[in-house]
């Protein structure tokens, strides 16, 4: 069964530090993965997709890295920023004909100015 | 577009008594999903659907039934509701992925908040 695992639960950092989130996945037989950030009582929005064929993304200050074989996702924030407090979620695809996800806990993340 | 879009908001139930929460996507999207969100438990996956007409059971499927009658559409039942299904329940769709290996990022709504007493 695969099983998704973000460290840490929680982080608080400064205005302006860049960070690392961390996603780590029991199963390397995954379609794609995708990071999500979740506002307190929110629903998700959509952050970043990598494909089971990519190694990275980018948009914005945001980076995502993907190693497959490994099983581990990094979530990289540049130049954070008090707005990207939020709850960040990591989810793999694990049936392509179904699309269907497996989420891990996520990372609650506090930037304070 | 209006995206995902969830009806009601909130509610609150009684232990026995049943409601239908409502998922629409105006996206045109295939896919749709229902999940629950519980403190220390994550996203789990209740039921989804690939296309109108058809239903499948996710990870934690007991206890609810579903309905995609329409595509637009994907109905959330619970028949009899129990203390264990307060939670916040999360819509999502996506398109139906290419052929070869292009898959593509789900969509959220809003919520919907339920509690049971």
């Known amino acids: 069964k695969q099983e998704v695992t973000q460290i840490p639960a929680a982080l608080s950092v400064p205005e302006g530090e860049n960070l690392v989130l961390n996603c780590s996945f029991t199963d390397s037989a995954i379609y794609n993965l995708q990071w999500f950030r979740q506002d307190p009582g929110k629903g998700l929005t959509s952050l970043l997709l990598?494909?089971?064929?990519?190694r990275e993304q980018t948009s914005g200050r945001l980076n995502a890295s993907l190693d497959k074989s490994s099983g581990r996702s990094t979530l990289y924030i540049a130049a954070s920023q008090p707005g990207d407090s939020a709850t960040y979620l990591c989810?793999?695809?694990?049936?392509?004909?179904?699309?269907?996800?497996?989420f891990g806990k996520g990372t609650k993340l506090t930037v304070n100015p | 577009n209006a995206g995902v879009t969830q009806t009601p908001k909130f509610r609150v139930l009684k232990t026995g008594q049943s409601m239908t929460l409502l998922c629409a996507q105006d996206m045109n999207h295939e896919y749709m999903y229902w999940y629950r969100q519980d403190p220390g438990m994550g996203l789990r996956l209740i039921h989804y659907?690939?296309?109108?007409?058809?239903?499948a059971k996710g990870e934690v499927p007991d206890g609810y039934n579903v309905s995609r009658l329409k595509k637009q559409n994907f109905l959330l039942g619970l028949e009899s509701a129990a203390p264990s299904q307060t939670s916040v329940y999360f819509c999502?769709?996506?398109?139906?992925?290419?052929?070869?290996?292009?898959?593509?990022?789900?969509?959220f709504g809003p919520g919907t908040r339920l509690t049971v007493l």
């Open positions: 990598i494909q089971s064929s990519q």
């Open positions: 989810a793999v695809n694990i049936q392509g004909g179904s699309e269907k996800l497996v």
């Open positions: 999502a769709s996506t398109l139906r992925p290419l052929s070869g290996s292009s898959y593509n990022e789900q969509f």
């Open positions: 659907s690939v296309g109108e007409g058809t239903t």
